[in-house]
């Protein structure tokens, strides 16, 4: 601690000490120095004993320690009592080890825990637990209340009680208790809200007074504890068999005395008969058991100690018994009088008792709070904090001893004294007068209940202006001089709620939950942060160790369990609810915060975990690459692609949105950050989670080129690449688009990776769409490892297209069992879980086979995932008859230029002449043309435009209405003079239809009938 002060320096401390939190002095200055031009004179800065330890133990020291102590030992016994103390002691203190490594890492602002918290884990977490420790603060504050009242009412002026409890017994008379708590509870909150209104300079000129009442209070306790050695003071208890009584109405524990040589009766025996004479008639326990006085202060070297070691617990309404009397009850008799003895007013248990006791030794974040007045809070916070909590911690474990050395059972298990004469039961064992432990515990009190009505709003602006938490941040804002005037209200509405359950014993366990809940998230954050081993992490407080942080961690989750397990899962249940609130809708902020390197550290693990090799088929997901284009505004030219691509997410994989720019990027790159947010505002318009990538290079080939590559870091790479088909490609303007694409398809290939090309993509459905019914259809021609059955079942995840129902045509030649063969494909489709229709189309084996376009996508590839479906191999030929116009528009373009159109029309039509009276068809035609010199034979280009041809109609006649259509895509030739056959190829295959989806495998199977 500091150096001792001088005695003006010390008295100058005390005049400037204040218990309130950072920011109200700063709220206090403006308001005094409001429409003055002088500069407000700093205040003070304090050391650690009076900016931490006094501060701490004044709000650690308070109503349970006056109210409930002395019952808590009464009814858990010594033993119990003290485990109680020392697991909460134990919580705090390791919390508080904790709290020291994060404050002394860097200055703490106003906020205190929330500030420790938010910053080292989150707006998320800071913002959920936050929240928590104001509701916690709050409802300290009605428990502080309830408190005061409780002691004005039961102890101080009884009278003042509006609904009288005379007479009246059983729940008539706790109603009236609850009933007078809340009219009284009401006023008293009202009063504070409009103190701490008017200025919150009243509260802090008050601040030394409640601590010199705290102080003196706990020393009159050891004074009298020390006195009850030698002499102990007169507290008779008057116990009738071995009921204790209610001593009232009564002045004499005996049922007659003698006076004057005879027998008179006395007051008590007129309590419990209906004259005063001795023949009356009387209640039968009260006729067949003897009265007996004893010492309710029997002192410490009386050896009562023993008597109170073990527990008692008791029942709501059960009478508190003196052990070891004799006491005679009539079998089946019914108590009477029941309002003369002293009775359990609750059912009591351990856990019970844990969630009652733990509100007084919270408080430890008083030093935090305050950081900014300090001299030096890296110092003081520490040592303040943790000499604040052993010291409280020895008070509170050394008060159980001396409780139970020094006080009767039957007295301690009196909850408000009746038993002792309305006395205050820890009152009966304070030198010099009860009353200083009265008056002291009522300001105490007091002063506890307006710091909670100052501090809690403060912890609530300070979350609204981080602006983490949309809906509060009209809380943020105040009077003129930054007073929380909006915040106040609702704290004060807050505290009414907790005043009108109208039971201290019910309200301290609410609050133990949010303050565990906050201890807990403390000491999360310190064991986090040293886990992380963070470069920013270098706490002067150099001892703590994560071990302490998980134990204090597990300690208060116990802890919350123990008092009351549905109070703390409605506790959990609120901070997961601002938890999922916060980062959907909350503002993101970057704080640096462990989450964060959390992240980090698990993104690496698994990541490297990930270059172990490759997923297995049951793990493969599609890890989109989406490749979309940029106009001249740098605006994305297909927004729907990005819709596609959130209709594709049901695999929860990577998605990556890219787009190339051309030019230098040392040139280019404000051009380039332009990209990257168009990029992200449209992501986040079509709800796409992933990633966006812009590449600069000198031409648009390059840039593709590179973002196929270089995409994706270590195992956790694009598997998939979505593209457009390419627009106005026949253009001779536009004669690159349609080469770059041929090149990506080629690389796509050549890296192994799925490749799907979305034609007519401005028909696709948005996200807002929605289809109630129609179908996607699924043609298989070639097996591509399954990416044609997968992507439908995506799809359908999706509620676009959640109603549409899947059918798969697959193709046979003429002499298979078409029959088997659709009923083993359904087989097939059974045991890959997925629900559709199967159609069988028979169709010449040699369209089959000319349709592939390359050698890797033959027949054999379908043959060997098909092979149980029994596939039989033979040949037809069959010729498709054509109108002069539709063979006009096809060859005019195959072999042709636009030069030769004409040529080709005149020839056309002289055949047509000579030929009117036969089917006119392509081969006739074509074979023709070559005999006659007009065209050079070219056979495969004859066989892929006859296959697309027949096709595209049986596709067609199938599949016209259907809402989708995928379609394997063959890849382009190796011999690049022929590209813009293929091109064409493509086109005729799909003409007539609206929405298409080409499908080109990776190469891989990815998807499996096995579990």
Known sequence: ????????????????????????????????????????????????????????????????????????????????????????????????????????????????????????????????????????????????????????????????????????????????????????????????????????????????????????????????????????????????????????????????????????????????????????????????????????????????????????????????????????????????????????????????????????????????????????????????????????????????????????????????????????????????????????????????????????????????????????????????????????????????????????????????????????FVNLACAVQTLLRTPNWRPRFKFYHWTLSFLGMSLCLSLMFICSWYYAIVAMGIASCIYKYIEFRGAEKEWGDGIRGLSLSAARFALMRLEEGPPHTKNWRPQILVLVSMDSELNVEQPRLLSLTNQLKAGKGLTIVGTALEGTYLENHPQGQQAEQSLKKLMEAEKVKGFCQVVISSNMRDATSHLVQAGGLGGLQHNTVLACWPRNWKHAEDHQSWRNFIELVRETTAASKALLVPKNISAFPSNGERFTEGHIDVWWIVHDGGMLMLLPFLLRQHKVWRKCKMRIFTVAQMDDNSIQMKKDLTTFLYHLRIDAAVEVVEMHDSDISAYTYEKTLMMEQRSQILKQINLTKTEREREVQFCVAHIYTRLSFFFGHATESGKICEYLTVMHTFTHSHSLTLMNVYERMVDDGFIFRNQSNLRRMHTALRLNEVIVKKSQEAKLVLLNMPGPPKNRSGEENYMEFMEVLTEGLNRVLLVRGGGREVITIYS
């Open 1 to 520: 601690m500091d150096t001792i002060p001088m005695v003006s320096s010390l008295l100058s401390s005390l005049a400037n000490y204040s218990n309130l939190p950072q920011g109200s002095k700063e709220h206090e200055e403006a308001e005094n120095n409001e429409g003055s031009r002088k500069k407000p004179v700093q205040a003070p800065r304090m050391g650690t004993l009076m900016g931490v330890y006094l501060p701490c133990l004044q709000n650690i020291l308070g109503v349970i320690l006056f109210l409930r102590m002395t019952w808590m030992v009464g009814i858990g016994g010594v033993i119990e009592a003290f485990i109680i103390v020392l697991m909460c002691c134990s919580t705090t203190m390791l919390t508080a080890i904790s709290m020291s490594a994060i404050a002394t890492n860097g200055v703490v602002p106003a906020g205190g825990s929330y500030y420790m918290i938010s910053r080292s884990l989150g707006p998320e977490f800071g913002g959920a637990v936050g929240i928590c420790f104001y509701l916690g603060t709050t409802f300290a504050g009605a428990m502080y209340i309830l408190g005061c009242i409780e002691i004005l009412l039961v102890y101080i002026v009884p009278q003042a009680a509006v609904f009288k409890m005379e007479g009246l017994e059983g729940a008539e008379a706790e109603a009236a208790m609850l009933n007078n708590m809340r009219v009284y509870g009401t006023l008293v909150l009202s009063f504070m809200a409009i103190v701490v209104f008017v200025g919150v300079n009243y509260v802090n000129k008050l601040a030394l007074l409640f601590l010199a009442c705290v102080i003196c209070s706990i020393l009159a306790v050891y004074a009298g504890v020390i006195k009850t050695a030698f002499e102990p003071p007169i507290f008779p208890v008057c116990v009738l068999g071995n009921r204790t009584l209610v001593w009232k109405g009564f002045d004499v524990c005996a049922k007659v005395i003698e006076r004057e040589n005879a027998t008179v009766t006395t007051q008590l025996w007129r309590l419990f008969c209906d004259s005063e004479f001795l023949n009356a008639t009387c209640d039968s326990y009260f006729v067949n058991n003897n009265i007996t006085e004893i010492q309710g202060i029997p002192g410490v070297m009386s050896g009562i100690l023993r008597e109170n070691l073990f527990g008692n617990y008791m029942d709501k309404g059960s009478f508190i018994e003196k052990v070891g009397l004799p006491a005679t009850v009539e079998p089946d008799s019914i108590p009477t009088n029941t309002n003369r003895y002293v009775l359990a007013d609750i059912t009591s248990f351990f856990t019970m008792l844990v969630g009652i006791y733990f509100p007084s030794v919270t408080g430890i974040m008083a030093g935090s709070n305050r950081s900014g007045d300090l001299q030096d809070a890296q110092k003081s916070i520490p040592i303040g904090t943790i000499l604040a909590i052993t010291t409280t911690s020895i008070i509170y474990m050394s008060s159980v001893i001396l409780f139970g050395s020094c006080i009767e059972g039957t007295v301690l298990r009196d909850k408000f004294g009746e038993a002792v004469r309305g006395n205050l039961v820890i009152g009966t064992l304070a030198w010099p007068s009860p009353w200083v432990i009265v008056i002291g515990s009522f300001f105490s009190t007091c002063g506890a209940g307006l710091q909670s009505l100052t501090g809690a709003p403060r912890l609530l602006q300070a979350i609204a202006r981080d602006g983490i938490v949309p809906f509060l941040r009209v809380f943020g804002h105040g009077k003129a001089n930054g007073e929380p005037t909006w915040a106040l209200l609702l704290t004060a509405c807050i505290c009414e709620s907790g005043i009108l359950i109208a039971s201290l014993d019910n309200v301290a366990p609410i609050l133990s939950m949010f303050f565990l809940m906050c201890y807990m």
